[in-house]
T-cell receptor, first 116, second 114 residues
Framework: EPEVTQTPSHQVTQMGQEVILRCVPI?????FYWYRQILGQKVEFLVS????????KSEIFDDQFSVERPDGSNFTLKIRSTKLEDSAMYFC??????????????FGPGTRLTVT | DQQVKQNSPSLSVQEGRISILNCDYT??????FLWYKKYPAEGPTFLIS?????DKNEDGRFTVFLNKSAKHLSLHIVPSQPGDSAVYFC?????????????FGRGTQLTVWP
């Protein structure tokens, strides 16, 4: 069964460093998302992406964050200068349709980011 | 921001019995609702969804009920099995959100014991 994959599974970085989290969405999906879950808190939306453009972003997704689809398979989240509060589990998700009749998003296993 | 609320952090049910997980929402613009299951060290797995034009959707052992007037939905699992033990998240999407940004509740830990 097709699945969303994410690498690395765990990333440790020092405050102020740049990190890139990678995702390979399900191959025929066209809609991509990043969410994060800080320990003990709920899953929060960061950004949605379609046709090489950001479709929607939350207030969390500030200028330190960027997303890219560098080729036909990868979808990346870059944090330019990490802060301690960026420590969280980051989930990538994809969907094969963006119309109103079906909104199932399929999630990857997550990347645990630890900022020290 | 508590637009989606799951007020029970945990639920314990005996195998074979019904599990009922509840979810409330405050945003009247929400028109699509989903339930996800999550095991430790894995991402959320889609279980079942319901559009606001329906009040019930069933898929095998899983049924979701939607009460729009009460802004309440519930997930019923019958019969419950030990493998159902996981964290269950309720999520909602609003009309006007271009690609279906999901708002999640905090989750309910379901434990099914033999």
């Amino acid at each position: 069964e097709p699945e969303v994959t994410q690498t690395p599974s765990h990333q440790v970085t020092q405050m102020g460093q740049e990190v890139i989290l990678r995702c390979v969405p399900i191959s025929n999906h066209l809609y991509f998302y990043w969410y994060r879950q800080i320990l003990g808190q709920k899953v929060e939306f960061l950004v949605s992406f379609y046709n090489n453009e950001i479709s929607e972003k939350s207030e969390i997704f500030d200028d330190q964050f960027s997303v890219e689809r560098p080729d036909g398979s990868n979808f990346t989240l870059k944090i330019r200068s990490t802060k301690l509060e960026d420590s969280a589990m980051y989930f990538c998700a994809s969907s094969d349709r963006g119309d109103r009749s079906s909104y199932e998003q399929y999630f990857g296993p997550g990347t645990r980011l630890t900022v020290t | 921001d508590q637009q989606v609320k799951q007020n029970s952090p945990s639920l314990s049910v005996q195998e074979g019995r019904i599990s009922i997980l509840n979810c409330d929402y405050t945003n009247s613009m929400f028109d699509y609702f989903l339930w996800y299951k999550k095991y430790p060290a894995e991402g959320p797995t889609f279980l079942i969804s319901i559009s606001s034009i329906k009040d019930k959707n069933e898929d095998g052992r899983f049924t979701v009920f939607l009460n729009k007037s009460a802004k309440h939905l519930s997930l019923h699992i019958v019969p419950s099995q030990p493998g159902d033990s996981a964290v269950y998240f309720c999520a909602a999407s609003a009309s006007g959100s271009t690609l279906g940004r999901l708002y999640f509740g905090r989750g309910t830990q379901l434990t099914v014991w033999p």
